[in-house]
């Protein structure tokens, strides 16, 4: 009897039903681009989407069209000459959270978690883990952000060809292959 109660209230927990939507507004990918050896460029990406269903499957999906370098015309040869994104529109992170351990936090506390996420980018996809922080900010809100920036390396993701292309634009200096990718995510559960 115990467990059927048990079970019963786990089920009608808030946590459990509906979708968790990524509140656009309030979050944020951004990576730190580095050239002519000592020259750092901090980028974002804007205008995410993604969920969290009731399974914990995780789907952030950053489109090309919202990447912001700071300025339009990098902007626009970014998106064209390193991402392609005439062919590839956008960049997608999945996974999967275990959603009755964020439940039993209390509103305030926060945890760490080691999460295996795949990135999916340039039609190339990679497993990585990062260390992220679990905060509860509500009773039907959550943020999750990374404790150490994601190092990515542009060969990973075939995106190489791209940086050359890149680098006729600024006198053939160079650019670093390896860029420090760091993100604040915030979910609100959806009915």
């Not at 959550?142 to 190489?160: I, N, S, Y």
């Not at 940086?163 to 959806?190: C, D, H, K, T, W």
Request: with cysteine; aromatic share 6%.
């Amino acid at each position: 009897m115990r467990m059927l109660t048990l079970l019963s209230l786990l089920l009608a927990s808030p946590w459990v039903l509906g979708e968790w939507q990524l509140l656009p507004d309030y979050s944020r990918i951004s990576f730190v681009s580095f050239k002519r050896g000592d020259i750092a460029d901090v980028q974002r990406f804007r205008d995410l989407s993604g969920t969290i269903d009731d399974q914990g499957q995780v789907r952030v999906v950053l489109p090309f069209s919202g990447l912001d370098t700071g300025l339009a015309l990098r902007d626009m040869r970014t998106r064209e000459e390193l991402f392609e994104s005439q062919c590839f529109v956008q960049a997608e992170v999945s996974g999967e959270v275990d959603l009755a351990t964020w439940e039993r936090l209390a509103v305030g506390a926060a945890q760490v978690e080691t999460l295996e996420i795949q990135l999916d980018l340039h039609g190339r996809q990679q497993r990585l883990k990062a260390e992220m922080l679990v905060s509860r900010v509500g009773e039907e809100s959550v943020q999750v952000t990374t404790l150490e920036p994601l190092v990515l390396k542009a060969g990973d993701f075939d995106l190489l060809d791209g940086m050359q292309r890149l680098r006729q634009y600024i006198g053939g200096a160079a650019i670093a292959s390896e860029v420090p990718v760091s993100a604040v995510l915030n979910f609100q559960r959806r009915p």
